[in-house]
Nanobody, 125 residues
Framework: QVQLVESGGGLVQAGGSLRLSCAASGRTYSTYTMGWFRQAPGKEREFVTA????????YYADSVKGRFTVSRDNAKNTVYLQMNSLKPEDTAVYYCGAARDGVVAATERSEYAYWGQGTQVTVSS
């Protein structure tokens, strides 16, 4: 089992920045691909970004490429999402996920086995 807890959400003006954190606990966290998804009201949960267990592989959705950066510190069991140049359309609940054992390039919701409770990000115009 892996337990995930997100933090760092809040209200920010368009053009601003936020950094989300996802603290993990449980078995062999450091070997999992980790991802961030988001869900806006009335919409499906969508992929944002993911990072391989060594940090060498990273993938971003087109909508956030060049603005968001994912990173991880395995010594601290934490994954980060630095969000810059935020837009109102980035408003959503952001979820951290840990991919299923053995899944490396995980960009689909079904490839994730564990989820945090989510943290709200609201970007005002």
């Amino acid at each position: 089992q892996v337990q995930l807890v997100e933090s760092g959400g809040g209200l920010v003006q368009a053009g601003g920045s936020l950094r989300l954190s996802c603290a993990a606990s449980g078995r062999t966290y450091s070997t999992y691909t980790m991802g961030w998804f988001r869900q806006a009201p009335g919409k499906e949960r969508e992929f944002v970004t993911a990072i391989g267990w060594r940090g060498g592989w990273r993938y971003y959705a087109d909508s956030v490429k060049g603005r968001f950066t994912v990173s991880r510190d395995n010594a601290k069991n934490t994954v980060y999402l630095q969000m810059n140049s935020l837009k109102p359309e980035d408003t959503a609940v952001y979820y951290c996920g840990a991919a299923r054992d053995g899944v490396v390039a995980a960009t689909e919701r079904s490839e994730y086995a564990y989820w945090g409770q989510g943290t709200q990000v609201t970007v005002s115009s």
